[in-house]
């Protein structure tokens, strides 16, 4: 069975579309700016549950995951809009007046505006579209096929500690339980991410990136994507993976922490490719005079096309992009 | 039960928003030019039956409903991302391809680019999200707000005839069974509707519109939506009301007909106000040559705020909005 993927390059090529394939599309606004919009469906019993995540989170959410699409891109967020598709009986109740709160406490953080959506009934499963646009200056989108070979790759923050919350929601560990702190927390990183939209717009104004892509789908699902988008490979240091730090709470095994670091998805932290002379300027990097960057360099960019390997006590495995695919 | 429409007041309220609740969001996006866009979404076996349609018509519709609320604004569409939430068992057919058939062929038509979108896996039910976006002169969108006291009211070609495909449909007539020619336009008329952008933009360039509002819940539920936002009232001509002439055939009863044009709903033509000196500029409009435009006049604005009559036989009766309603 094709791939999402797949299916979304056939349709590129069948109609020749080029502003499809990356985090965002790409339009041109004024002389001096574009603009970057993108689209992000999230469905019940597919990307949540309603039994383990509050309204409110939801929204927070689908708002999240779009502006990490536009911080993927450099660009800033201005608007945004939402499709709703609801159940009547979720409708009856006070569920999507808590889950606008959530989407709205996340949006005021970053002063984007709510522009537009639709409501729609569903006839059982809640689906949330989330729709969300963005400007940066004409010509600096980041895109994914920009990684040069030689490149240094980087990652902002740290990986793993979404699929960490994920296990532990699994496992049947909630919010509204009595809970570790470090339970608490990974449980919320996956249930309200924080899109890393300062940096990725900082990356963009100093031209410090030069591929770019969010972890949606997992770190080396993402770092495939641009692989192929650039036409280069990847080798990746598993020392210097930036490893959730409550992971170590959840499994004593590094092998364990690596594959949920790897391959677990929805971290919505930035993967980036960055010239090797610029990777002191990550460090200069401080959002609010008080809270300086963690980027890591994780890897560099070689020229195997589309072979990322990883190396681990100095011998070397080929990966394979094994991270969330919806088919 | 609060309906849809009263919660988007609601938010818009909550979260003083000002730009929700037409039918497309208005943004500004040069010195000249505003831009605007919108999302409708469509979710299997509350707007469509895939029993009774084709993947090529959904995927027409789900564009059309967009391109309709372009139109209703005076905006030419030049954009447009699709979200897909598909069941498994739809994404191993051929269904995603002619979906995306049938969009593109009205896309085209329209020289509408495909820039984004999503594709996500659902539990057991097609949704699509359908987002569009075009431009139009700087402040010079036309809203639902504009309507004005002595106003002439206006609809575009005919009325009714989307409902009358509906209830062939629900009688168990399809497009690929033994039809009379006119079962198959009327139903064809209710899968594949057709925008009406082509006089949405000349309305606009010709500044003829006060209000515009696109049929979709239904003409006395749309126009009622004017009505709201304009703080007027509505004053229309049963016999000036221009039914769809298939229907005719459908039913003998000028009620039954009367009712599928006032609150059939989905005829995605456009209604509007205008100046009464301005009326004679209507007729003058000729698309390409040789289709002279239908416009019809059905009535007139009036100061009795939020009621719309109905003058039938010299006699008025008050009209309740009883369109289409998710909640």
Not at 57 to 77: Q, R, Y
Request: a negative charge; charged letters at 25%.
């Amino acid at each position: 069975m094709r791939s999402e993927f797949q299916f979304i390059q056939h349709i590129k090529d069948r109609f020749s579309l080029s502003r499809i394939g990356d985090d965002c599309a790409v339009l041109p606004k004024d002389t001096d700016t574009d603009m970057v919009m993108t689209a992000d469906m999230l469905v019940e019993d597919i990307d949540f549950r309603l039994d383990w995540t509050s309204p409110e989170s939801i929204g927070h959410k689908a708002l999240a995951v779009s502006l990490s699409d536009i911080a993927a891109m450099g660009a800033t967020p201005h608007w945004a809009m939402i499709s709703l598709g609801m159940p009547e009986g979720l409708w009856k109740s006070d569920f999507a007046d808590r889950l606008y709160d959530g989407w709205h406490t996340l949006a005021k953080q970053f002063r984007v505006e709510l522009i537009g959506g639709d409501i729609s009934k569903t006839p059982d499963k809640l689906v949330i579209d989330s729709i969300a646009g963005g400007d940066l200056l004409k010509g600096r989108a980041i895109l994914r096929s920009g990684a040069n070979i030689g490149d240094a790759i980087a990652v902002t923050n740290y990986v793993g500690g979404s699929a960490g919350g994920l296990t532990l929601l699994k496992n049947g560990r909630r919010l509204d339980g009595e809970l570790e702190s470090w339970e608490t927390d990974l449980i919320r990183y996956h249930l309200e991410p924080l899109p890393q939209a300062e940096i990725g717009a900082y990356l963009q104004e100093n031209q410090l990136a030069n591929a770019m892509i969010d972890i949606s789908d997992g770190l080396v699902s993402d770092l495939n994507h641009i692989c192929v988008a650039s036409a280069i490979g990847a080798r990746l240091v598993a020392e210097k993976i930036p490893l959730n730090l409550n992971l170590v709470h959840l499994t004593a095994s590094f092998d364990e922490q690596l594959e949920l670091g790897l391959n677990g998805g929805e971290d919505f932290q930035l993967l980036f490719t960055i010239d090797r002379e610029k990777i002191p300027q990550l460090s200069a990097y401080n959002i609010d005079g008080y809270r300086p960057v963690l980027c890591h360099v994780i890897g560099e960019v070689t020229s195997n096309v589309g072979e990322i390997e990883l190396v681990r006590g100095g011998k070397s495995s080929k990966l394979e992009p094994r991270g969330y695919r919806h088919f």
